[in-house]
């Protein structure tokens, strides 16, 4: 029997803000270590999956957005485009997918929060 709590992510602030740890106290930020994803105390790790979930040979539908190189632009770099993919997989695929992602997403929106309140 798995302990974990059923949590929905309505939407990816949500997500992203179980992984993190909580903020030094009197501190607007996070600690930097924490947004990077080195921080041993927070991170995808925190997402708690029950095993049973991982385990599962049900497949899911799920959809992500790549870029795809669709010819040379005049300066010789590649011209791309972006294109959905569709993906049937078991849920640990979608998990692999997903942890990497995340991790990146972190920092990127807090240096984007950031950059928003300077101007």
């Known amino acids: 029997m798995c302990s974990t709590t059923l949590a929905i992510f309505t939407n990816l602030t949500t997500l992203w803000t ?33 095993p049973r979930e991982l385990q ?14 669709v010819g040379k632009i005049d300066d010789g770099m590649d011209k791309k485009a972006q294109k959905v993919e569709y993906h049937e997989t078991q ?14 997403f972190i920092l990127h929106n807090y240096v984007h929060r950031w950059q928003d309140l300077q101007f």
């Open 18 to 50: 179980l992984v993190l740890c909580s903020k030094l106290a009197l501190s607007f930020w996070h600690v930097k270590s924490c947004l990077q994803g080195n921080y041993l105390k927070c991170g995808v790790k925190n997402l708690k999956i029950c």
């Open 56 to 69: 599962c040979d049900k497949l899911i539908n799920w959809k992500n957005i790549d870029y795809e190189v």
């Open 91 to 104: 849920p640990q695929e979608l998990l692999q997918y997903l942890t990497p992602c995340l991790k990146e």
